[in-house]
């Protein structure tokens, strides 16, 4: 997911990764200071199990990534990927936008 494009299956990871409100919250935490799992797993009322499974879900999206320090996993946040789909969203509300535009323009003719 590295390339400038992305693929199909690369969008439907992001989103899907982005679908669940503590996935959501981790990248949130992640993206100003890296944090360790332990950490991340302080936060939430599930087992550290759980968070390494969304870290994972996460990951493969590549929101975030892992990096090992001793013997902790720490996780970063990556900003790209993220304005990356910013600009995705973007690009739909404008074509919205442009539509209701011209929704209302035929409606003002009539």
């Not at 199909?8 to 360790?36: K, Y």
């Amino acid at each position: 997911m590295v390339a400038d494009r992305l693929t199909d299956e690369d969008w439907d990871r992001l989103f899907h990764a982005l679908a669940d409100s503590t996935r959501r919250d981790i990248v949130v935490q992640v993206l100003h200071e890296g944090q360790s799992i332990s950490t991340l797993a302080g936060r939430y009322a599930m087992s550290f199990a759980a968070v390494q499974k969304h870290v994972a879900v996460l990951e493969r999206a590549g929101l975030v990534r892992k990096e090992k320090r001793g013997r902790e996993q720490h996780v970063h946040g990556e900003p790209v990927v993220l304005s990356r789909a910013t600009r995705l969203l973007e690009s739909y509300a404008q074509l919205w936008r442009h539509r209701a535009q011209s929704i209302d323009a035929l409606l003002e003719e009539t």
